[in-house]
């Protein structure tokens, strides 16, 4: 094989690597793929060192059956604060209120089905210690030790070890908890 023919397998091999990668996104009006746009809930109870987070035990794939901050894709037309309260009552069966900023993160490669963007808000709880309850796309849900979670990140699903991580500085910079 030539150095061109070499050359152009390589090209079309790029070429076949950005079809795939774009075809699953969404396009504009004009043509230009767009990320997706999801929300996680960050729900807390008690101190440190018994800090606990709500998490969902996911029904599907992609990482099925492993653990993720109770969250979904947000609606057009949805305001994110708003979506995040709604998914977490529908993933736990909790109200939630006073959804604040934690993190962005849009990594092209933190979802495997395609490029997703996430915004992570810490939300509290309209309840006290409210009783959780899996629904929509949640296999189970329930409360998880912090200090547990931060040394077993093979547990987490997509990026949520390194979102966990960013949460617990977050608390730590607000002193929330």
């Not at 990320?35 to 035990?57: N, W, Y």
């Not at 109200?95 to 996430?118: E, F, I, Q």
């Not at 409210?130 to 998880?144: N, R």
């Amino acid at each position: 094989m030539t150095s061109k023919q070499s050359f152009v397998n390589s090209l079309k091999s790029l070429s076949n690597i950005y079809s795939n990668y774009t075809r699953n996104m969404s396009k504009d009006a004009q043509g230009y793929p767009v990320p997706s746009l999801t929300v996680d809930a960050a729900v807390v109870r008690g101190f440190k060192p018994a800090l606990e987070i709500l998490l969902v035990t996911r029904r599907k794939e992609p990482f099925q059956g492993r653990l993720a901050f109770p969250g979904g894709f947000v609606e057009y037309g949805e305001d994110p604060e708003k979506a995040v309260l709604r998914e977490l009552e529908e993933e736990c069966g909790i109200k939630g209120k006073n959804p604040s900023l934690v993190a962005v993160r849009g990594n092209p490669n933190r979802d495997p089905r395609k490029h997703v963007v996430t915004i992570c808000y810490f939300v509290e709880s309209v309840q006290k210690d409210p009783q959780v309850k899996a629904g929509d796309d949640a296999a189970s849900c329930g409360w998880y030790s912090v200090d547990s979670l931060i040394k077993s990140p093979e547990l987490l699903a997509f990026d949520h070890y390194e979102l966990l991580l960013q949460f617990v500085k977050f608390l730590d910079k607000t002193q929330r908890r």
